[in-house]
């Protein structure tokens, strides 16, 4: 076996890629600071080193989970089919990261494998998120191409269309573990609603024009805004009318609703600016040889 083909910052051929490293990189800067905010004991006074670094990798592995998603987006949109190299490395770090915050939960629970069990069985939140974890765990375990060659091609994407409810599972332990201000909740839900949206649009149609990338970025929009009104009448006090038309006012600050309109719009536009110039590159003359 040629273990250069195995080492995470080289291709498939075994050949270096720098591509793939500087993505390696990226990927473990989040767990470089969890461990050194850690060690200076949770950044903040009186803070619990284990469940702020607990917390931290279940948002990282939330945050790598829709990354991982939006990564075919990226291609079909900007034409880069050397993306397709990293769609793996960041969808395992996603589980990574979600084993890791099992396992600081587990250690701040003594490592009493009992107690573990029963508040997984009991509290419904961590019930959905262990849900979570096992869904990524099986698509980590037959992320290589030893599995598709094993399953074949048709199973395995069979199989590996788990990330959508494994994604759904995650965003909704998120949800009811913060209970609070739901922000970047309901930001990740935004911007899964886009990438769902991408991927009904572009099926069987190629890439969608500008204009229905706009009005997919408006519906994610809407979508958000829905979502952050709903959580709010069901699980506060707070009437989803009230929390509805606060997207309109900046008293409250810039809602994620916005976030996700400005990053849908922005996309469209880069998009439309890449294809603009794989056109020009494409209809330019080429160069006579000098004589």
């Known amino acids: ?32 600071a969890i461990a050194a905010g850690f060690a200076a004991g949770g950044g903040q006074p009186g803070a619990r080193p284990v ?14 989970l829709v990354l991982s998603l939006a990564v075919t987006p990226a291609i079909a949109l900007f034409a880069r089919p050397r993306l397709m190299l990293v769609r793996r490395m960041v969808g395992v770090a996603a589980f990574a990261y979600a084993a890791l915050h099992l396992t600081l939960y587990s250690a701040d629970q003594k ?34 191409d030893a599995a598709i060659r094993a399953m074949g091609a048709s199973r395995w994407r069979w199989l590996h269309r788990l990330v959508y409810p494994a994604a759904v599972l995650a965003l909704v332990h998120f949800f009811l573990q913060t209970r609070f201000d739901v922000s970047e909740p309901v930001l990740m839900s935004g911007l899964f609603v886009w990438l769902m949206g991408f991927r009904l ?7 969608p024009a500008a204009g229905v990338l706009a009005g997919l970025s408006l519906a994610a929009f809407a979508a958000t805004i829905a979502i952050e009104a709903l959580w709010y009448g069901v ?4 009437g989803w009318r009230t929390v509805a038309a606060a997207n309109f006012s900046l008293v409250a600050g810039v809602r994620p609703a916005w976030l996700v309109l400005a990053a849908g719009l922005a996309v469209s536009t880069a998009a439309r600016l890449a ?4 056109l020009s590159a494409e209809g330019s003359p080429a160069r006579s040889p000098r004589k």
Do not use: Q
């Open 235 to 238: 699980a506060t006090t707070a």
């Open 201 to 207: 649009v572009v099926r069987g149609r190629g890439v």
């Open 51 to 64: 469940t702020v670094a607990l917390h931290a990798c279940g948002d990282w592995s939330l945050r790598f």
């Open 275 to 278: 294809a603009r110039r794989r």
């Open 111 to 144: 490592w009493n494998l009992g107690v573990i069990a029963g508040e997984i069985v009991h509290r419904i939140y961590l019930t959905i998120g262990f849900g979570a974890l096992l869904a990524l765990a099986l698509l980590a375990a037959t992320s290589a």
């Open 1 to 32: 076996m040629d273990i250069r083909r195995h080492v995470p910052w080289n291709d498939r051929a075994g050949r270096f890629s720098a591509l793939k490293t500087a993505v390696l990189g990226l990927l473990l800067l989040p767990g470089l």
